[in-house]
């Protein structure tokens, strides 16, 4: 019989010890160690004693066809996974509770099954009248999906074993599922992992996609090992925020489509509604004649998505003034405020510096620092910048504005919602191409822009000469608003 080894395992990032300690030193989180038998992940009664068998090798020049794709019948979840559900494939799906992960999985295999396919929704969480009631509530009730309410992954794979092969399984969710051949409790990092791998084995066996169903973390990290996201094929990731009705699916990994691909839907209370055009909805409610707004012509994915950038700078009372960000990193923040201080002598150090993306969406791509800054200029100076014109380009340490990919697509978006200029880096000029029909202002340095946009808040005001073109403004350097 062999000895049982103990050991404590962090929840959150699957670091081993050999004692229980409060923090965890692999993530840094606090009271995450729980105990755990590691003596061996299968029992001695159940492993092979037999020698292991050859297998033919093949070499590179040999022809395979095109993995066949699945499309589930809705065009952003399609456009996030690269055309459809890949035969084999596992995809990894995570978002905060009550996001709608599960009314969008129910939407997908209920399509699925009215185009003829077998799907099956295995619940680890809620019973079957529970998921009837979703459905009858969404209006599917009537769409041939077998159902099941089951967290045993061995009864699970014995039971999807009949019959013909499911062409889409969904777990929900993988926390909640156990395997006899790890002797710890449902949710631990060994449970997870084991029970991932066999529900991974199961769908490359047999050709079957699978989707896993994952909570996350109080950071937005999926929880459970790290492992299990090298081990799918795809994550994606549902975010939003529960007071707004937008939610965007975004691909945070994709062996077989393009990462930083996004969908966008919007809640109803018919379930999730697709939506075509993201801009357009984003720029729905825009504010027009506000200083400190700028649109932002944004890429994500291979989508052009433009969205509205609302800065306020306020004067503070406090020792240390506030930068609060909200959609976009922080870091990028702190930067574009120090190029401006550096180099175009615009003092914001005693000032409260608040940055929102409006509508929900978080923005990676640097593209947006010239948005960025032309936002928190403009509500410095109280200066209303042009409605129609659309802002991108990155912004070096030393105030260039560096060109950024995909020009012309975010021209031609900004072009098809009606907008007139588009402010670009003076580099990025010669790839615009003619044929989108927008005026366009190239900038070179963000110096040249902070003064264009102090000349509009001089002309706002009662007094004060239009400063001369790459010229800091004084008031700039003597710290007024």
Same mark, same amino acid.
């Given at each position: 019989?062999?000895?049982?080894?103990?050991?404590? *395992? @962090?929840?959150? @990032?699957?670091?081993?010890?050999?004692?229980?300690?409060?923090?965890?030193?692999? @993530?840094?989180?606090?009271? !995450?160690?729980? =105990?755990?038998?590691?003596?061996?992940?299968?029992?001695?009664?159940?492993?092979?004693?037999?020698?292991?068998?050859?297998?033919?090798?093949?070499?590179?020049?040999?022809?395979?066809?095109?993995?066949?794709?699945?499309?589930?019948?809705?065009?952003?979840?399609?456009?996030?996974?690269?055309?459809?559900?890949?035969?084999?494939?596992?995809? +990894?799906?995570?978002?905060?509770?009550?996001?709608?992960?599960?009314? +969008?999985?129910?939407?997908?295999?209920?399509?699925?099954?009215?185009?003829?396919?077998?799907?099956?929704?295995?619940? &680890?969480?809620?019973?079957?009248?529970? *998921?009837?009631?979703?459905?009858?509530?969404?209006?599917?009730?009537?769409?041939?999906?077998?159902?099941?309410?089951?967290?045993?992954?061995?009864?699970?794979?014995?039971?999807?074993?009949?019959?013909?092969?499911?062409?889409?399984?969904?777990?929900?969710?993988?926390?909640?599922?156990?395997?006899?051949?790890?002797?710890?409790?449902?949710?631990?990092?060994?449970?997870?992992?084991?029970?991932?791998?066999?529900?991974?084995?199961?769908?490359?066996?047999?050709?079957?996609?699978?989707?896993?169903?994952?909570?996350?973390?109080?950071?937005?990290?999926?929880?459970?090992?790290?492992?299990?996201?090298?081990?799918?094929?795809?994550?994606?990731?549902?975010?939003?925020?529960?007071?707004?009705?937008?939610?965007?699916?975004?691909?945070?990994?994709?062996?077989? &489509?393009?990462?930083?691909?996004?969908?966008?839907?919007?809640?109803?209370?018919?379930?999730?509604?697709?939506? !075509?055009?993201?801009?357009?909805?984003?720029?729905?409610?825009?504010?027009? /004649?506000?200083?400190? !707004?700028?649109?932002?012509? /944004?890429?994500?994915?291979?989508?052009?998505?433009?969205?509205?950038?609302?800065?306020?700078?306020?004067?503070?009372?406090? /020792?240390?003034?506030?930068?609060?960000?909200?959609?976009?990193?922080?870091?990028?923040?702190?930067?574009?405020?120090?190029?401006?201080?550096?180099? @175009?002598?615009?003092?914001?150090?005693?000032?409260?510096?608040?940055?929102?993306?409006?509508?929900?969406?978080?923005?990676?791509?640097?593209?947006?620092?010239?948005?960025?800054?032309?936002?928190?200029?403009?509500?410095?100076?109280?200066?209303?910048?042009?409605?129609?014109?659309?802002?991108?380009?990155?912004?070096?340490?030393?105030?260039?504005?560096?060109?950024?990919?995909? !020009?012309?697509?975010?021209?031609? =978006?900004?072009?098809?919602?009606?907008?007139?200029?588009?402010?670009?880096?003076?580099?990025?000029?010669?790839?615009?191409? /003619?044929?989108?029909?927008?005026?366009?202002?190239?900038?070179?340095?963000?110096?040249?822009?902070?003064? =264009?946009?102090?000349?509009?808040?001089?002309?706002?005001?009662?007094?004060?000469?239009?400063?001369?073109?790459?010229?800091?403004?004084?008031?700039?350097?003597?710290?007024?608003?």
């Amino acid at each position: 019989m062999a000895k049982s080894t103990l050991s404590f *395992v @962090c929840q959150n @990032c699957g670091a081993a010890y050999n004692r229980w300690q409060g923090k965890c030193e692999s @993530c840094g989180e606090w009271n !995450t160690l729980a =105990e755990e038998d590691t003596s061996g992940s299968v029992p001695v009664s159940i492993r092979s004693k037999r020698k292991g068998r050859t297998f033919a090798l093949e070499s590179l020049a040999g022809k395979s066809p095109d993995a066949p794709r699945l499309s589930s019948g809705m065009t952003e979840l399609d456009r996030v996974t690269g055309g459809g559900f890949v035969r084999g494939s596992v995809l +990894l799906v995570g978002g905060d509770p009550g996001i709608g992960k599960s009314t +969008l999985l129910t939407q997908a295999t209920s399509l699925l099954a009215r185009a003829g396919h077998r799907v099956v929704y295995i619940s &680890g969480e809620e019973a079957v009248a529970q *998921v009837r009631l979703r459905a009858e509530r969404l209006g599917l009730s009537d769409a041939p999906v077998q159902l099941a309410a089951e967290t045993s992954v061995e009864d699970i794979v014995s039971t999807l074993s009949e019959g013909a092969v499911p062409r889409l399984i969904v777990i929900d969710s993988i926390q909640t599922m156990w395997t006899d051949t790890v002797e710890s409790a449902p949710g631990t990092v060994t449970q997870v992992r084991a029970s991932a791998q066999a529900l991974i084995r199961f769908a490359k066996k047999t050709g079957a996609a699978i989707i896993l169903v994952g909570h996350v973390t109080k950071d937005g990290q999926i929880a459970g090992p790290r492992v299990v996201e090298h081990m799918v094929d795809a994550v994606m990731s549902f975010e939003g925020e529960g007071s707004q009705q937008f939610r965007i699916l975004r691909a945070v990994k994709n062996r077989f &489509g393009p990462t930083d691909e996004i969908g966008v839907f919007e809640m109803t209370g018919l379930g999730l509604r697709e939506v !075509t055009n993201p801009s357009e909805l984003f720029l729905s409610e825009r504010d027009l /004649g506000t200083p400190g !707004t700028a649109v932002f012509a /944004g890429i994500e994915g291979t989508r052009p998505v433009l969205v509205e950038l609302q800065a306020l700078v306020a004067p503070t009372s406090l /020792g240390t003034p506030r930068r609060a960000v909200v959609g976009w990193d922080p870091s990028r923040l702190s930067m574009v405020l120090a190029v401006l201080e550096a180099h @175009c002598g615009v003092k914001l150090s005693g000032h409260d510096v608040y940055l929102n993306v409006a509508g929900g969406l978080r923005i990676h791509e640097p593209a947006a620092d010239l948005a960025a800054a032309a936002a928190l200029v403009s509500s410095l100076v109280n200066a209303q910048l042009p409605t129609d014109a659309v802002y991108f380009g990155e912004i070096s340490l030393s105030g260039v504005v560096r060109p950024v990919a995909q !020009t012309p697509a975010r021209l031609k =978006e900004a072009a098809k919602l009606g907008f007139q200029r588009a402010v670009l880096p003076e580099s990025a000029r010669g790839d615009a191409g /003619g044929d989108a029909g927008l005026s366009l202002n190239a900038v070179n340095s963000l110096t040249t822009l902070v003064a =264009e946009i102090a000349a509009r808040g001089s002309r706002r005001g009662e007094s004060g000469a239009q400063p001369e073109k790459n010229a800091t403004p004084a008031r700039f350097r003597r710290g007024e608003g």
